[in-house]
């Protein structure tokens, strides 16, 4: 049972198409891949073995709590559309926090595993970025002339 009263909805987390990871190319392929990586981040140091062993670039640093210091406490976050299963960071993770998921299950162990995701981000901070850039397509006026 959940401890959400009615009125509580949960955090929707949408894509951050401002991530710069958005930039990077999806995977190949017609189909996914049989497994797809997921960080725990509670054990994740932060170190980056795992990030020079990625084939495909598909795992991204997650910025420490302190702004004025983000490389303390930061860890790592996988691209799960990007991530095309090769292992080769669950393998090379000195502190094993990196587990390969078949591929139905891995939102499933992402949502329990991910403690601050950069690559997604709550609906209404989304919402915030678009209002505070002023990123909503702009309404063409008509310029009818009599």
């Known amino acids: 049972m959940s401890n959400e009263t009615d009125n509580e909805q949960p955090e929707v987390l949408v894509e951050n198409p401002f991530h710069t990871a958005r930039f990077k190319p999806l995977r190949k392929g017609k189909k996914p891949p049989k497994l797809i990586a997921v960080v725990h ?7 980056e073995v ?6 495909v670039d598909s795992i991204e640093l997650v910025p420490g709590p302190n702004p004025e210091n983000p490389n303390f406490q930061q860890t790592v976050e ?3 559309a990007r991530c095309i299963g090769c292992q080769n960071c669950s393998q090379d993770c000195p502190w094993e926090t990196i587990m390969m998921y078949q591929h139905e299950d891995t939102y499933n162990a992402w949502a329990n595993e991910t403690l601050k995701s950069e690559l997604y981000i709550p ?9 505070t850039f002023d990123l909503l397509p702009k309404k063409e006026e008509s310029s009818e002339e009599a």
């Open 41 to 47: 981040q509670s054990g994740c140091t932060g170190c």
């Open 50 to 55: 795992c990030i020079a062993g990625c084939p």
């Open 78 to 80: 996988i691209d799960i």
């Open 123 to 131: 609906e209404s901070k989304f919402a915030s970025l678009v209002e």
